[in-house]
């Protein structure tokens, strides 16, 4: 059964860090490209960052682009976002996704962990 939980969500200050984490199991995960996405309540789901199967290619949104950097650690089954200059716009759920390479369609996602910006 396959399974990724996202971890790292909290109340944060305008201006601060934080780094989320999503680990999987029941997957390979080098056969999976995997995302970020966030979501606020009354709004669609937005890809904020995404990542190939072996790490080495990474996509942003524009409105995070140069603040967020999207890691994927294949040996440990570890998708990391770190966030850096967080601002309230930030605030979401956000949510770990892997989409699969061989399978058309197949995708995964986590519950999601709560990020909150705010003074």
């Known amino acids: 059964q396959v399974s990724l939980v996202e971890s790292g969500g909290t109340l944060v200050q305008p201006g601060g860090s934080l780094r989320l984490s999503c680990v999987g199991s029941?997957?390979?995960?080098?056969?999976?490209?995997m995302n970020w996405y966030r979501q606020t309540p009354g709004k669609e789901r937005e890809l904020v960052a995404a990542?190939?199967?072996?790490?080495?290619?990474?996509n942003y949104a524009l409105s995070v682009k140069g603040r967020f950097t999207i890691q994927k650690i294949n040996s440990k089954n570890t998708l990391y976002l770190q966030m850096n200059s967080l601002n309230p716009g930030d605030t979401a759920m956000y949510y770990c996704?892997?989409?699969?390479?061989?399978?058309?369609?197949?995708?995964?996602w986590g519950r999601g962990t709560q990020v909150t910006v705010s003074s």
């Open positions: 029941g997957l390979i995960f080098k056969d999976y490209a």
């Open positions: 996704n892997a989409l699969s390479y061989e399978h058309y369609g197949l995708e995964y």
């Open positions: 990542v190939t199967g072996d790490g080495s290619t990474t």
